[in-house]
């Protein structure tokens, strides 16, 4: 028998819910009794960044993260500074949802280049530039590896222990690192890297969904509700319980199927399986 103090560190990613508007996904989780929501950037420009922060405040809802910044491997000056000005600019959003933790999916190789390193180093430098800002406002970039398969256009970090190391010269309260089971559940040093994250007090977010097979067509769509695919939610859970978080958990969700499906019927399987498969470990 579950209580609502059962779901006080749950939150909903609004990609869960993609076809809600923000004022749906608001209203969903205060009747579902969700305390917690993470929006997207373009849900907040839909609504206005003043009215999506009265929205989500007067709900009595806290917002959990802010997705996404990133996008740091241009190779051009104008791309750069496109970057850091749009960056810059989800830090002042992230400010006035009144949240701390800012995802940065940190980008993919530029067109036509194969030069994996030097896109790299590219991440780090315009990191570098983003940090005092972010630090000035009292937000954390939370640097999220992606799934490897995702290398080449959205995210060249693919494991938490890359994740690490690229957040490694900055203060812990400025980056930190996301652990989401989808993107990391593969990774044959995961359980030392979420020990190394929780040391180095840098886990500023746990996202959970499950990895559906076989893979989309659209490989972004291979995601499913937590026990519909290959996820150990127990083993990944323990790890990042013992690392020490105790922050919000957050559920996001890319399928077809889940956004075609009923908002509230999402919501209630979401409560259901984060209480079997989640919870227990948390």
Request: aromatic fraction near 8%.
């Amino acid at each position: 028998m579950t209580s609502t103090s059962d779901f006080a560190r749950l939150s909903i990613n609004s990609a869960t819910t993609k076809k809600w508007t923000l004022a749906q996904v608001v209203d969903g989780c205060v009747n579902a009794g969700i305390p917690a929501i993470g929006p997207w950037r373009d849900r907040v420009e839909e609504a206005g960044l003043d009215k999506a922060a009265r929205l989500i405040k007067d709900a009595g809802l806290r917002v959990s993260s802010l997705c996404r910044g990133g996008f740091l491997t241009a190779p051009d000056a104008e791309g750069q500074a496109a970057a850091l000005a749009d960056n810059r600019a989800a830090i002042l959003e992230a400010v006035a949802l009144d949240t701390r933790e800012l995802f940065l999916v940190v980008g993919g190789l530029a067109p036509g280049e194969k030069d994996v390193v030097a896109a790299r180093r590219r991440v780090a430098d315009r990191l570098a530039d983003l940090v005092p800002f972010a630090e000035e406002n009292g937000v954390r970039l939370v640097l999220e590896p992606l799934h490897p398969m995702y290398a080449a256009d959205r995210a060249l970090i693919s494991t938490l222990g890359q994740a690490l190391d690229l957040a490694a010269p900055f203060d812990a309260s400025t980056v930190g690192v996301a652990v989401d089971t989808f993107h990391v559940w593969w990774d044959p040093e995961l359980k030392a890297q979420i020990a190394r994250a929780g040391r180095e007090d840098r886990i500023a977010s746990y996202q959970v969904c499950d990895f559906n097979m076989p893979i989309a067509a659209d490989p972004l769509l291979s995601r499913g509700y937590m026990g519909d695919g290959v996820v150990d939610f127990a083993t990944i859970g323990t790890w990042v319980r013992d690392a020490g978080y105790t922050g919000d958990i957050e559920v996001e969700i890319f399928s077809q199927e889940i956004w075609d499906t009923d908002g509230n019927t999402v919501l209630s399987t979401v409560k259901d399986r984060y209480a079997e498969l989640v919870l227990p470990y948390a």
